[in-house]
Protein backbone atom coordinates (compact mmCIF):
# COMPACT_ATOMS: atom_id res chain seq x y z
CA UNK A 1 0.00 0.00 0.00
CA UNK A 2 2.94 2.25 1.03
CA UNK A 3 4.29 1.65 -2.52
CA UNK A 4 1.56 1.76 -4.37
CA UNK A 5 -0.04 5.33 -2.08
CA UNK A 6 3.85 6.61 -3.37
CA UNK A 7 2.76 6.13 -6.98
CA UNK A 8 -0.44 7.55 -6.82
CA UNK A 9 0.99 10.90 -5.76
CA UNK A 10 3.51 11.02 -8.15
CA UNK A 11 1.00 10.25 -11.26
CA UNK A 12 -1.42 12.85 -9.79
CA UNK A 13 1.48 15.53 -9.30
CA UNK A 14 2.66 14.91 -12.86
CA UNK A 15 -0.86 14.98 -14.15
CA UNK A 16 -1.57 18.69 -11.78
CA UNK A 17 1.92 19.98 -12.98
CA UNK A 18 2.46 18.93 -16.62
CA UNK A 19 -1.14 18.37 -17.96
CA UNK A 20 -2.54 21.73 -15.84
CA UNK A 21 -0.56 24.44 -14.64
CA UNK A 22 2.26 24.54 -16.75
CA UNK A 23 0.05 25.06 -20.03
CA UNK A 24 -2.37 27.31 -17.65
CA UNK A 25 1.31 29.25 -16.73
CA UNK A 26 2.45 29.47 -20.47
CA UNK A 27 -1.73 30.37 -21.73
CA UNK A 28 -1.15 33.12 -19.00
CA UNK A 29 2.12 34.18 -20.26
CA UNK A 30 1.11 34.49 -23.60
CA UNK A 31 -2.13 36.00 -23.58
CA UNK A 32 -0.31 38.74 -21.25
CA UNK A 33 2.38 39.69 -23.09
CA UNK A 34 1.83 38.07 -26.61
CA UNK A 35 -1.98 37.80 -26.98
CA UNK A 36 -1.67 38.53 -30.93
CA UNK A 37 1.12 35.86 -31.87
CA UNK A 38 -0.10 33.73 -28.97
CA UNK A 39 -4.00 33.66 -31.03
CA UNK A 40 -2.71 32.80 -34.62
CA UNK A 41 -1.74 36.01 -35.27
CA UNK A 42 -5.18 36.57 -36.98
CA UNK A 43 -5.73 39.87 -38.93
CA UNK A 44 -9.25 41.05 -38.78
CA UNK A 45 -11.44 43.48 -40.64
CA UNK A 46 -12.70 46.64 -38.78
CA UNK A 47 -16.00 44.46 -37.58
CA UNK A 48 -13.88 41.76 -36.41
CA UNK A 49 -14.23 39.18 -39.07
CA UNK A 50 -11.01 37.25 -39.70
CA UNK A 51 -9.36 37.70 -42.99
CA UNK A 52 -6.34 35.56 -42.49
CA UNK A 53 -3.26 35.00 -40.64
CA UNK A 54 0.27 36.69 -40.96
CA UNK A 55 2.03 33.45 -40.75
CA UNK A 56 -0.06 31.62 -43.67
CA UNK A 57 0.10 32.68 -47.22
CA UNK A 58 -2.73 32.58 -48.84
CA UNK A 59 -3.61 31.97 -52.78
CA UNK A 60 -3.51 35.91 -54.01
CA UNK A 61 -4.12 35.84 -57.81
CA UNK A 62 -5.42 39.11 -59.34
CA UNK A 63 -3.15 41.68 -60.91
CA UNK A 64 -4.21 44.16 -58.36
CA UNK A 65 -2.26 41.99 -55.29
CA UNK A 66 0.88 41.05 -54.72
CA UNK A 67 1.68 37.11 -54.90
CA UNK A 68 2.76 35.00 -52.71
CA UNK A 69 5.67 32.23 -53.33
CA UNK A 70 4.07 28.76 -55.11
CA UNK A 71 2.59 26.32 -52.00
CA UNK A 72 3.35 22.63 -52.43
CA UNK A 73 0.70 22.63 -49.84
CA UNK A 74 -1.72 24.49 -51.93
CA UNK A 75 -1.40 26.91 -48.79
CA UNK A 76 -3.20 24.32 -46.50
CA UNK A 77 -1.87 25.22 -43.52
CA UNK A 78 -3.22 21.72 -42.25
CA UNK A 79 -1.00 20.09 -44.43
CA UNK A 80 2.38 21.93 -44.70
CA UNK A 81 5.09 20.88 -46.54
CA UNK A 82 7.59 21.18 -49.52
CA UNK A 83 7.71 18.80 -52.65
CA UNK A 84 11.05 17.76 -51.51
CA UNK A 85 11.53 17.99 -55.87
CA UNK A 86 15.17 18.31 -56.62
CA UNK A 87 17.04 20.00 -59.16
CA UNK A 88 17.16 17.63 -61.66
CA UNK A 89 12.76 16.66 -61.79
CA UNK A 90 10.88 17.21 -64.09
CA UNK A 91 7.77 18.08 -62.49
CA UNK A 92 9.95 21.17 -60.50
CA UNK A 93 11.48 22.20 -64.23
CA UNK A 94 7.74 22.18 -65.52
CA UNK A 95 6.03 23.82 -62.66
CA UNK A 96 8.42 26.93 -62.50
CA UNK A 97 8.19 27.22 -66.37
CA UNK A 98 4.78 26.95 -66.10
CA UNK A 99 4.44 29.83 -63.83
CA UNK A 100 7.07 31.98 -65.98
CA UNK A 101 5.35 31.85 -69.13
CA UNK A 102 2.66 34.02 -68.46
CA UNK A 103 4.74 37.07 -66.71
CA UNK A 104 8.16 36.33 -68.59
CA UNK A 105 9.62 39.84 -70.01
CA UNK A 106 12.35 40.30 -71.96
CA UNK A 107 15.49 42.60 -71.23
CA UNK A 108 13.84 45.32 -72.84
CA UNK A 109 10.45 45.08 -70.65
CA UNK A 110 8.53 43.23 -73.96
CA UNK A 111 6.28 40.00 -72.74
CA UNK A 112 7.58 36.96 -73.75
CA UNK A 113 3.68 35.23 -73.89
CA UNK A 114 2.99 36.34 -77.21
CA UNK A 115 5.86 35.21 -78.65
CA UNK A 116 5.14 31.84 -77.52
CA UNK A 117 1.93 31.58 -78.95
CA UNK A 118 3.24 32.61 -82.05
CA UNK A 119 5.86 29.77 -81.99
CA UNK A 120 3.32 26.90 -80.95
CA UNK A 121 0.94 28.17 -83.99
CA UNK A 122 3.80 28.24 -86.42
CA UNK A 123 3.83 24.30 -86.62
CA UNK A 124 1.97 20.60 -84.87
CA UNK A 125 4.03 20.82 -81.63
CA UNK A 126 1.46 19.19 -79.58
CA UNK A 127 1.81 15.86 -79.53
CA UNK A 128 5.41 15.56 -80.18
CA UNK A 129 5.76 17.89 -76.94
CA UNK A 130 3.57 15.35 -74.96
CA UNK A 131 5.74 12.67 -76.14
CA UNK A 132 8.99 14.08 -75.44
CA UNK A 133 7.49 15.27 -71.86
CA UNK A 134 5.21 12.67 -70.58
CA UNK A 135 5.78 13.87 -66.59
CA UNK A 136 4.95 17.39 -67.46
CA UNK A 137 1.96 16.05 -69.80
CA UNK A 138 0.74 14.06 -66.99
CA UNK A 139 1.03 17.10 -64.58
CA UNK A 140 -0.69 19.22 -66.60
CA UNK A 141 -3.76 16.90 -66.61
CA UNK A 142 -3.42 16.94 -62.88
CA UNK A 143 -3.50 20.48 -62.52
CA UNK A 144 -7.17 20.88 -61.21
CA UNK A 145 -10.93 19.53 -61.77
CA UNK A 146 -10.90 21.21 -65.52
CA UNK A 147 -8.31 20.01 -66.76
CA UNK A 148 -8.83 16.39 -65.54
CA UNK A 149 -12.36 16.89 -66.92
CA UNK A 150 -11.17 17.86 -70.69
CA UNK A 151 -9.06 14.74 -70.35
CA UNK A 152 -12.10 12.75 -68.85
CA UNK A 153 -14.90 14.59 -71.72
CA UNK A 154 -12.56 13.99 -74.53
CA UNK A 155 -11.87 9.93 -73.64
CA UNK A 156 -15.67 9.40 -73.75
CA UNK A 157 -16.23 9.80 -77.06
CA UNK A 158 -13.03 9.05 -78.39
CA UNK A 159 -11.98 5.46 -77.61
CA UNK A 160 -8.86 5.52 -79.84
CA UNK A 161 -7.27 7.01 -76.61
CA UNK A 162 -7.44 4.27 -74.58
CA UNK A 163 -6.48 1.63 -77.10
CA UNK A 164 -3.73 3.55 -78.44
CA UNK A 165 -2.35 3.48 -74.42
CA UNK A 166 -2.89 -0.35 -75.05
CA UNK A 167 -0.90 0.02 -78.00
CA UNK A 168 1.78 1.88 -76.35
CA UNK A 169 1.88 -0.40 -73.10
CA UNK A 170 1.60 -4.37 -74.58
CA UNK A 171 3.02 -5.53 -71.11
CA UNK A 172 0.70 -3.89 -69.01
CA UNK A 173 -3.13 -6.24 -68.74
CA UNK A 174 -5.45 -3.25 -67.21
CA UNK A 175 -6.05 -0.27 -69.15
CA UNK A 176 -6.65 3.43 -66.58
CA UNK A 177 -9.85 4.73 -66.57
CA UNK A 178 -9.77 7.91 -68.03
CA UNK A 179 -11.94 9.38 -65.29
CA UNK A 180 -10.31 8.23 -62.05
CA UNK A 181 -6.82 8.45 -63.39
CA UNK A 182 -7.07 11.17 -66.52
CA UNK A 183 -2.81 11.64 -66.19
CA UNK A 184 -2.16 8.27 -67.02
CA UNK A 185 -3.55 8.44 -70.79
CA UNK A 186 -2.15 12.40 -70.78
CA UNK A 187 0.48 11.60 -73.72
CA UNK A 188 -2.23 9.40 -76.01
CA UNK A 189 -4.99 12.30 -74.96
CA UNK A 190 -2.52 14.97 -76.65
CA UNK A 191 -2.02 13.14 -79.46
CA UNK A 192 -5.62 12.36 -80.21
CA UNK A 193 -6.87 16.46 -80.25
CA UNK A 194 -3.91 17.46 -82.13
CA UNK A 195 -5.06 15.02 -84.52
CA UNK A 196 -8.13 16.94 -84.14
CA UNK A 197 -7.71 20.54 -83.69
CA UNK A 198 -3.76 20.82 -85.29
CA UNK A 199 -1.91 23.99 -83.82
CA UNK A 200 -3.89 24.67 -81.16
CA UNK A 201 -4.03 23.99 -77.19
CA UNK A 202 -7.04 21.83 -74.85
CA UNK A 203 -9.09 24.34 -72.66
CA UNK A 204 -12.43 23.79 -70.88
CA UNK A 205 -15.56 25.75 -72.24
CA UNK A 206 -18.89 24.69 -71.54
CA UNK A 207 -17.91 21.62 -69.76
CA UNK A 208 -16.17 19.93 -72.51
CA UNK A 209 -13.05 20.11 -74.25
CA UNK A 210 -12.24 23.10 -76.72
CA UNK A 211 -9.33 24.08 -78.37
CA UNK A 212 -7.60 27.69 -78.18
CA UNK A 213 -4.61 29.21 -79.44
CA UNK A 214 -3.78 31.71 -76.86
CA UNK A 215 -3.68 32.18 -72.79
CA UNK A 216 -2.01 32.10 -70.04
CA UNK A 217 -1.89 28.13 -69.81
CA UNK A 218 -0.46 28.21 -73.04
CA UNK A 219 2.24 30.03 -72.58
CA UNK A 220 3.03 28.60 -69.55
CA UNK A 221 2.98 24.59 -70.27
CA UNK A 222 5.57 25.68 -73.67
CA UNK A 223 7.22 28.11 -72.45
CA UNK A 224 10.51 25.48 -71.40
CA UNK A 225 10.07 24.16 -75.06
CA UNK A 226 10.57 27.74 -76.46
CA UNK A 227 12.94 28.54 -74.20
CA UNK A 228 15.04 26.04 -75.77
CA UNK A 229 14.77 26.40 -79.36
CA UNK A 230 15.43 30.16 -78.59
CA UNK A 231 18.29 29.89 -75.51
CA UNK A 232 20.16 33.00 -77.21
CA UNK A 233 16.61 35.40 -76.19
CA UNK A 234 17.56 38.15 -73.59
CA UNK A 235 15.37 37.55 -70.36
CA UNK A 236 14.54 39.69 -67.55
CA UNK A 237 15.66 37.99 -64.14
CA UNK A 238 13.11 36.45 -62.00
CA UNK A 239 13.76 36.40 -58.08
CA UNK A 240 14.57 32.87 -56.97
CA UNK A 241 11.16 33.05 -54.61
CA UNK A 242 8.78 34.19 -57.07
CA UNK A 243 9.22 30.49 -59.07
CA UNK A 244 10.12 28.83 -55.90
CA UNK A 245 7.78 26.88 -52.60
CA UNK A 246 9.23 27.22 -49.59
CA UNK A 247 10.00 24.34 -46.98
CA UNK A 248 6.45 24.77 -45.28
CA UNK A 249 4.82 25.94 -48.47
CA UNK A 250 2.53 28.63 -47.00
CA UNK A 251 5.76 30.95 -46.40
CA UNK A 252 3.69 34.68 -45.88
CA UNK A 253 6.78 36.49 -47.01
CA UNK A 254 8.56 37.32 -50.18
CA UNK A 255 11.89 39.38 -50.73
CA UNK A 256 11.44 42.91 -51.74
CA UNK A 257 13.17 41.69 -54.76
CA UNK A 258 10.31 39.87 -55.68
CA UNK A 259 7.43 42.76 -54.40
CA UNK A 260 9.43 45.19 -56.75
CA UNK A 261 9.45 42.56 -59.41
CA UNK A 262 5.50 42.51 -59.04
CA UNK A 263 4.97 46.25 -58.88
CA UNK A 264 4.59 47.38 -62.43
CA UNK A 265 1.65 44.71 -63.19
CA UNK A 266 -0.15 45.71 -59.18
CA UNK A 267 0.50 49.25 -60.04
CA UNK A 268 -1.18 49.41 -63.80
CA UNK A 269 -4.11 47.24 -62.02
CA UNK A 270 -4.39 49.52 -58.99
CA UNK A 271 -4.33 52.98 -61.63
CA UNK A 272 -6.64 51.49 -64.37
CA UNK A 273 -7.02 54.68 -66.28
CA UNK A 274 -5.33 56.82 -63.88
CA UNK A 275 -1.68 58.35 -63.05
CA UNK A 276 0.31 54.66 -62.98
CA UNK A 277 3.50 56.06 -62.61
CA UNK A 278 2.17 57.48 -59.24
CA UNK A 279 0.22 55.05 -58.32
CA UNK A 280 3.76 52.64 -58.52
CA UNK A 281 5.20 55.57 -56.17
CA UNK A 282 2.91 55.41 -53.96
CA UNK A 283 2.90 51.33 -53.62
CA UNK A 284 6.30 51.70 -53.39
CA UNK A 285 6.34 53.72 -50.41
CA UNK A 286 4.11 51.40 -48.95
CA UNK A 287 6.41 48.58 -49.57
CA UNK A 288 9.58 50.37 -47.65
CA UNK A 289 7.07 51.18 -44.93
CA UNK A 290 6.35 47.19 -44.89
CA UNK A 291 9.47 45.94 -45.26
CA UNK A 292 11.95 43.97 -42.58
CA UNK A 293 15.10 41.89 -42.60
CA UNK A 294 15.16 39.03 -40.14
CA UNK A 295 16.91 39.23 -36.48
CA UNK A 296 16.40 43.29 -37.19
CA UNK A 297 18.61 43.76 -40.27
CA UNK A 298 21.24 41.21 -38.98
CA UNK A 299 20.79 38.35 -41.37
CA UNK A 300 18.65 37.81 -44.60
CA UNK A 301 17.41 40.51 -46.93
CA UNK A 302 14.47 42.98 -46.53
CA UNK A 303 11.46 40.84 -46.97
CA UNK A 304 7.52 41.79 -46.97
CA UNK A 305 4.23 40.25 -45.81
CA UNK A 306 1.87 39.66 -48.71
CA UNK A 307 -0.66 39.62 -46.69
CA UNK A 308 -0.22 43.00 -45.19
CA UNK A 309 0.74 44.77 -47.99
CA UNK A 310 -2.38 43.65 -49.54
CA UNK A 311 -4.28 44.80 -46.76
CA UNK A 312 -2.40 47.98 -47.03
CA UNK A 313 -3.57 48.60 -50.79
CA UNK A 314 -7.03 47.77 -50.32
CA UNK A 315 -7.44 50.48 -47.16
CA UNK A 316 -5.28 53.17 -49.68
CA UNK A 317 -7.24 52.83 -52.55
CA UNK A 318 -10.33 52.08 -51.02
CA UNK A 319 -10.38 55.98 -50.17
CA UNK A 320 -10.12 57.17 -53.59
Known amino acids: MKALRA ?41 GTPVGSTQIAQAFTRDEYFWPRPSAAGYNAAATGGSNWGAAQPKLRFRV ?38 VAAGEWVKTGDDTRKVVAEWCKTHPEVVEQWKKDNPKLADAPDPEAAPDAVAVQFFASFAAAHP ?8 GKAAAVTTGADLQGVFFDAWLQEHPQAKLEQVPADAVTASGAGVDPHITMRNARWQLDRVAAARAGS ?27 EPLVNVLEVNLALDAEYARR
Not at 12 to 27: E, G
Not at 128 to 133: H, L, M, V
Not at 199 to 206: E, H, I, M, S, V
Not at 279 to 290: D, G, N, Q, T, Y
Open 199 to 206: RAFPALAD
Open 274 to 300: GDAAAVKKRIEAILEAKAFAPLAGLVG
Open 7 to 47: NLILFVSSVVLCCVLYPAVLWAFGQTLFPTTANGSLVTKAD
Open 97 to 134: ARQLGPVARYADGRPVGPDVEKWFAAADRLAGWAAANP
